[in-house]
């Protein structure tokens, strides 16, 4: 067990503050008059601090970009800055329609899923991993047919320089581009955009072995080039692939001090949130940014409305507990965004009934039902926990296996890190959305994968 536990001041002091808060709640709780709010809220930092102060697998890696940190700072944030921003500002989420809506289920869905994540994550068995020592061979042909299949694509979808990068930038120049490639070549080159990142990858890793180790300036010119190629108006689509190259490129970057990495990492989402300002206007010039920005800044309910958003308040939860009779929305979830057969489950799927509860009526279906509100709305606490327990055994896996090939493979480890950004969806979206990046995103990394599976057996 000592494998497991270590012991921390920060460790037992949460759980005794966890277990004091409990009871407090117990003999003060009531739904209508004194619902306490507050300390239900209260409860996800003290779990978090619980956690991590006790189970050691659960402390930062020295070693930056990794799945694992990547993943502790999306519980960070769902777990402790949102339930304090939450408690210091208030809830941005509306819920207009459910005022009297205390969130003690919400926060029981949350720590049962945080709580049978963080079981399937210690219990994942560590079978020893062979290292593959040989790298992928014919480097120049991979990157050559990936950039070939991303620079046709990007002109079938995109037709000009100028439409992408109107496309890249503004929401209805994208919508419009997709509705005009609505058509089995459009769904291919939509596809085939992803695999211009893995060219500049596997360029990149080309480059490395015959010139070493790259510091500096040209460290930022691949990232340059990457960016080049990959532009969206989705900024998943540009952060995701931005990251895998990182997370190869600086495989040994360590940090001493990381809450001033923590910190900046928020600053950071803080600016990228502008993005959604700029990416539904219809056009702008240098003056139009400045004052847009200016509106921003002054309008700090709209940074934490979609850091809430996007990172998982428990009040998203909320619309999904005022439906009654509730039917199995998980498979249809899952068909929803594949092509053609998603049309026919549509109405059945988990973000048209969420959005229908959310809106009072399906004005769109733009908000996205958190994957622990949907197990919970189809089984109960029993999906939440069966599901999360898989995911946390899914998670480490793809941790364990970035981190055995990051020095000796890079674009395999690539290929393994760029699935754990698209199985983040887990955590921070839906299950639709994970289907919907495994059908357009996922491609480069798994032909990727398949090209050393042969080698991986022959290793193991």
């Known amino acids: 067990m000592t494998s497991v536990f270590s012991k921390t001041w920060w460790g037992p002091f949460s759980l005794l503050c966890f277990l004091l808060t409990g009871v407090g709640i117990l ?54 800055i949102i339930p304090l921003e939450i408690i210091w500002i208030g809830n941005r989420i509306p819920v207009e329609h459910h005022l009297n809506q205390d969130i003690s289920t919400e926060i029981c869905i949350t720590l049962v899923s945080f ?55 503004f929401t209805y120049v994208t ?16 596809i085939g955009q992803r695999f211009w990142a893995f060219g500049v990858l596997l360029a990149w890793y080309k480059w490395r072995r015959k010139k070493g180790k790259l510091h500096g300036l040209r460290h930022i010119l691949w990232l340059i080039l ?34 001033w990495l923590v910190l900046l990492l928020l600053i950071l989402i803080a600016l990228s949130l502008f993005f959604g300002y700029v990416r539904v206007q219809s056009s702008l010039d240098t003056e139009g940014i400045t004052l847009l920005f200016h509106n921003y800044l002054e309008h700090d309910e709209y940074i934490t409305y979609a850091h809430q958003l996007y990172f998982g308040s428990p009040y998203q939860i909320t619309p999904l507990l005022s439906i009654e009779n509730p039917s199995s929305t998980l498979l249809a979830s899952i068909l929803d965004p594949i092509p053609v057969i998603g049309k026919a489950v549509r109405e059945q ?23 622990a509100g949907e197990l919970y709305y189809n089984g109960g606490y029993f999906l939440v926990a069966l599901g999360y327990t898989a995911i946390g055994v899914v998670y480490r896996w793809l ?17 393994f890190f760029y699935l754990t950004m698209l199985f983040n969806a887990t955590l921070l979206l839906s299950l639709s959305v994970l ?19 042969s080698r991986i057996r022959k290793a193991s």
């Open 27 to 80: 003999l003060r709780f009531d739904p209508i008059f004194r619902p306490q709010n507050d300390l239900l809220l209260l409860l996800l930092p003290l779990v978090w601090g619980s956690v991590s102060g006790t189970i050691k697998s659960l402390r930062p890696d020295l070693t930056v970009i990794t799945p694992k940190n990547l993943m502790l700072f999306v519980w960070f944030n769902k777990l402790v």
């Open 115 to 169: 709580g049978t994540f963080v079981v399937g994550w210690t219990c994942f068995s560590k079978k020893k991993i062979h290292r593959l020592m040989i790298p992928l061979p014919f480097l120049n042909t991979w990157a050559s047919v990936y950039f070939l299949v991303a620079l046709i694509s990007l002109s079938l979808l995109y037709g000009s320089f100028e439409n992408y990068i109107s496309g890249a930038i």
């Open 175 to 190: 919508r419009e581009i997709v509705e005009q490639n609505a058509t089995l070549l459009g769904l291919l080159a939509n």
């Open 226 to 259: 990457c960016l080049a190629g990959i532009l969206s108006s989705n900024r998943s689509n540009m952060v995701y692939p931005l990251l895998t190259l990182m997370s190869v490129m600086y495989g040994g970057w360590k940090t001493r001090h990381p809450f």
């Open 349 to 371: 799927s988990g973000p048209y009934i969420y959005n229908l509860a959310y809106h009072q009526s399906l004005v769109s279906q733009d908000k996205v039902i958190p994957v």
């Open 399 to 415: 941790d364990y296996t970035f981190k055995h090939n990051v020095l000796i493979n890079p674009p395999l480890a690539a290929a």
């Open 435 to 453: 289907m919907q990046f495994l059908v357009y995103n996922a491609a480069p990394a798994l032909l990727i994968i398949a090209a050393n599976w």
